[in-house]
């Protein structure tokens, strides 16, 4: 049986479901189109009356903390992943849940990581429905073979906090691990044996979801500072032996490439960047995950170095190599969504210029502004490309999903984008003629930069003009996706059964692109 | 065909091994070709890869066999080298199955071609070869030798035959590195057919082996109707090869180069390898004297330490200094540094434009010497200092018309 008969052709000509899982749903209409009416969702009105007169919100267990929160079938959990890889609380609320045999719960994760294919269990026995938010490797495999029983929905960063903040995602429950808090709930990720960064991730689940849970494995007395998450908005905390592992924080994506052929395009970038310009006194970049990215990060430090150049910002995304920029002056400041490793957790920590940020100062769509476009350059990745300049993050060639979507989509409105990706990996083609899964337009995609030439989105006639008499190998997309086919030769394209198993949501909450079940 | 063995197994999985494949043919009495295919790509290439292997057992007259390939994105010239490789453990076969060549074709390249880096490929490892032209080494060397293991020797030679026919090379000259002779002798029937610049000759020790070789490639050139020059760069290796260098270097006309082995001549010698390199000094004199005799390349040993360019920095200086034109390397992290260091600085740039400035003004007035202000010029001096010019013009370190160009 199809869970979703009632299918519409989006602006971006992909067929997207009307409905998601008994909710009406947008379809995407084109950048900066759609802009809903209303008021921003509000959670019912508490009163401190209600609380502990002394701010003693600690309860014995998480078990306990749940129940409290009035736990019970079709609620909408949410987590974080500031632990990265190394969380461990999502699983253990599933498993909570099942012994409590509460059914058809929504799992809404800022992302999920490889630890969580834990929860495919939970999935197949019904005590998960779905989830929305991101379904990583094992998670990802599941859903494309059309196995977890609602509609999956992937969102952005920033999609995250429009969806909590106009009412498409309302959590009832969210369970956010601190490295540090009070009693009261005050919180953040900085101190004690568990620091992980930044908490950025849930500060709009702290501040809407009906029950908040602060869980950590270091006490301190009143006040905890700084307060990431406020207490004010918190209703249980928990102490624990061991709220996450900070050191899985440095997953594989973390540390720079030493594959030559990933530093090769690493340093094509950076030139790039210096020959048209992009890297000039007072800029601002953001490089995110990935081998390529950092090594990115580490050739414009080279490149600023040997010219005196001084960026104003930085994005992190911190990692050992942008600390190492700030702490020698060549970045006055890095606001910081997530920290990717433990020298960017201690330099927050430390240094009041390397600043925690949110999805909702950084890429979020329901506020007055955002500073995403403020940004001279974002360097991401993809899984693929078209020839159009449309991008895709979230399923590989043979169509099945494998990762999250992240800050990509919100990250595309720097003033101008870059992906370093090779043009092939093994015998799969990066550069296709038509992407498998949209979630980028092409509009918002300036620069390709691979292994065998860069290729400049034909709307970038100011790119064009800065490199005209430069060496760099600027080819035509056309040419290159060629290449790629004579190497690897003309690959099938994926089979897919006539069922939506997942939609890709756009930043503003309509829907871009649908996931199909795998034939 | 007749089976003398009744399985073929060629190629790698597992691990960490990335764009090969590792093929099984079993060939039986009856039931047809049965395929079993394990492939990260299959729901992409499946079909492609089992047409080519059942077109391929049918090009050998293989009607009945079990084939199983574990596939890790092999490209289809890599699983073409791995089948024809396991079918030969079969049986002999006096055919090959060759893929379709490159369509950048094949550039000849001259006696004193810049070799300021040749980097090494093991020839049994295909993730390594796909994508080497892009660091633009001087010179890639396609390794049959040391980088193989002995019981991979065969398809090893089978897989670089491929890659000569399909791989990119860009700008880099072609080279292959034979087993050492005897069995080096067969490596190049299959090699010298599909295009090589230069082949080097491992472990070379008299000037006999250099005329083996050379009239090996010969007779292969004349069978063929191949046109292009196959250089040799017979690499030294041992005392005995140090004592006969200037023999070796002046063996035969087609010897471009001379390299040093350091690892085997160290252990030759009983020493162990520094970074200083005083206990190689003697035999690195020799060979680029022997060299600069026989006016041919003289090419230093690679340096081991992947992760100390600063080491390799010192090193290629030092080497450049004793009189070097250009060294091996094992990783392409390696090449630029080298480039860097055996470049022409802008002094000597700047030296090398007056002596070429002097010698041509002594050519227009028909001078038969040429003077630098008080000094005469000798003419090997005039001649390197077109080299370094050269040099420094294909390096783009000054414009090409940089003589016309001058003030009047």
Redesign the interface.
């Known amino acids: 049986m199809k869970k979703y008969d009632k299918l519409v052709t989006n602006a971006a000509g992909r067929i997207v479901p009307e409905e998601i899982n008994g909710q009406v749903a947008v379809p995407y209409q084109g950048i900066g189109k759609y802009k809903p009416d209303g008021h921003k969702f509000g959670q019912a009105i508490s009163s401190c009356a209600d609380y502990p007169a002394d701010g003693n919100k600690l309860v014995p267990t998480l078990r306990e903390a749940l129940i409290k929160s009035g736990l019970k079938d079709g609620m909408v959990i949410s987590t974080h992943h500031h632990f990265r890889d190394g969380d461990l609380l999502s699983n253990q609320i599933f498993d909570i849940a099942r012994e409590l045999g509460v059914k058809n719960l929504v799992w809404a994760p800022s992302a999920s990581f490889p630890c969580h294919e834990y929860l495919i269990k939970y999935l197949e026995d019904g005590t998960i429905n779905r989830i929305e938010g991101s379904m990583n490797g094992p998670l990802g495999r599941f859903t494309s073979e059309g196995k977890m029983a609602g509609l999956a929905v992937l969102r952005s960063h920033g999609g995250r906090y429009q969806a909590i903040q106009d009412g498409d995602l309302k959590i009832d429950i969210t369970v956010i691990g601190a490295a540090c808090c009070d009693s009261f709930g005050n919180a953040n990720g900085l101190n004690g044996t568990s620091a992980s960064g930044g908490l950025g991730f849930a500060l709009a689940d702290s501040q809407y979801a009906s029950k908040v849970i602060v869980v950590t494995d270091h006490l301190v007395d009143f006040p905890c500072i700084p307060w990431q998450i406020q207490g004010n908005d918190v209703d249980y905390t928990v102490l624990v032996d061991k709220v996450g592992i900070p050191e899985k924080i440095v997953s594989g994506t973390t540390q720079i490439t030493k594959s030559p052929d990933r530093l090769l395009l690493a340093e094509l970038t950076a030139r790039f960047c210096d020959v048209t310009g992009i890297i000039h006194e007072g800029f601002s970049f953001q490089a995110g995950a990935g081998g390529t990215a950092l090594a990115v990060g580490d050739f414009f430090y080279k490149i600023m170095k040997e010219k005196g150049i001084k960026a104003r910002f930085a994005r992190g995304g911190s990692n050992l190599y942008l600390v190492k920029m700030l702490e020698e002056g060549y970045v006055d400041y890095i606001l910081d969504g997530q920290t990717f490793d433990l020298f960017g957790v201690k330099s927050m920590a430390v240094n009041p210029n390397h600043v925690m940020t949110t999805p909702y100062t950084s890429y979020n769509y329901h506020g007055k502004g955002n500073f995403a476009g403020i940004v001279d350059v974002a360097i991401l990745g993809a899984t693929e490309i078209d020839v159009n300049f449309n991008g895709n993050v979230v399923t590989h060639s043979d169509g099945c999903l494998l990762h999250g979507i992240g800050g990509w989509q919100n990250c595309l409105f720097a003033k101008t984008v870059i992906m370093p990706i090779p043009l092939f990996r093994d015998r799969i083609p990066v550069i296709v003629d038509q992407v498998t899964t949209l979630c980028g337009p092409g509009e918002l995609i300036d620069v390709i930069v691979t292994e065998r030439g860069i290729c400049i989105n034909p709307l970038r006639t100011d790119l064009i003009e800065k490199v005209k008499d430069s060496d760099l190998p600027i080819v035509n997309i056309n040419d290159l996706k060629q290449e790629a086919e004579r190497v690897c030769g003309r690959p099938e394209k994926p089979k897919f059964a006539d069922e939506v198993v997942a939609a890709v949501k756009w930043v503003d909450g309509t829907i871009i692109d649908s996931i199909w079940k795998l034939a | 065909m007749n089976f003398k063995k009744s399985l073929g197994v060629a190629g790698n999985s597992g691990g960490k091994i990335?764009?090969d494949c590792q093929v099984t043919i079993e060939p039986a009495d009856s039931g047809g070709i049965v395929i079993d295919l394990k492939s990260?790509?299959k729901?992409?290439?499946?079909?492609?890869i089992i047409r080519q292997i059942n077109e391929m057992l049918d090009f050998f007259g293989i009607a009945n066999a079990r084939v199983e390939m574990i596939d890790?994105?092999?490209?289809?010239w890599v699983i073409a080298a791995r089948i024809e490789a396991a079918i030969r453990q079969l049986g002999d076969t006096d055919k090959s199955w060759l893929p379709s060549p490159n369509?950048n074709g094949i550039k000849p390249t001259p006696i004193d071609q810049r070799r300021f880096s040749r980097l090494y490929l093991p020839g049994n490892s295909p993730?390594l070869m796909?994508?080497a032209f892009?660091?633009k080494p001087d010179g890639l060397i396609l390794d049959l030798e040391d980088s193989v293991a002995p019981e991979k020797k065969a398809e090893a030679r089978i897989l670089v035959r491929n890659a000569l026919r399909v791989l990119d090379f860009g700008d880099s000259e072609r080279m292959v590195r034979i087993n050492q002779l005897p069995a080096g002798l067969s490596d190049l029937d299959f090699l010298i057919p599909q295009g090589v610049n230069l082949v080097l000759l491992p472990k070379c020790e008299s000037a006999g082996q250099v005329l083996g070789i050379t009239e090996r490639i010969r007779d292969i050139s004349l069978d063929k109707s191949l046109r292009n020059e196959v250089w040799i760069m017979p690499i030294i290796e041992s005392a005995k090869g140090v004592v006969n260098a200037y023999e070796i270097a002046s063996a035969s006309p087609k010897v471009a180069a001379l390299a040093i082995g350091l690892e085997d001549y160290t252990a030759d010698l009983g020493v162990r390898r520094t970074e200083e390199a005083t206990e190689s000094f003697y035999a690195r004199s020799v060979l680029v004297n022997a060299c600069r005799a026989a006016g041919i390349q003289a090419i230093d040993s690679v340096f081991s330490d992947v992760d100390d360019m600063e080491g390799l920095g010192n090193t290629v200086k030092r080497s450049r200094a004793m009189g070097f034109d250009g060294m091996g390397c094992i990783?392409?992290?390696q090449i630029a540094v080298i480039h860097e260091n055996f470049k022409p600085d802008t002094e000597e740039i700047e030296k090398a434009k007056k002596i070429v400035i002097a010698f041509m003004e002594a050519q227009k007035k028909g001078l038969g010497v040429v003077s630098l202000g008080s000094k005469m010029i000798d003419p090997p001096v005039v001649k390197r200092a077109q080299k370094t010019i050269a040099q420094a013009i294909e390096l783009s370190l000054i414009e090409k018309n940089w003589y016309e160009m001058l003030p009047q």
């Open positions: 990335r764009s990260k790509v729901s992409m290439y499946g079909t492609d890790s994105g092999a490209l289809s369509p993730s796909i994508n892009l660091h990783h392409p992290r």
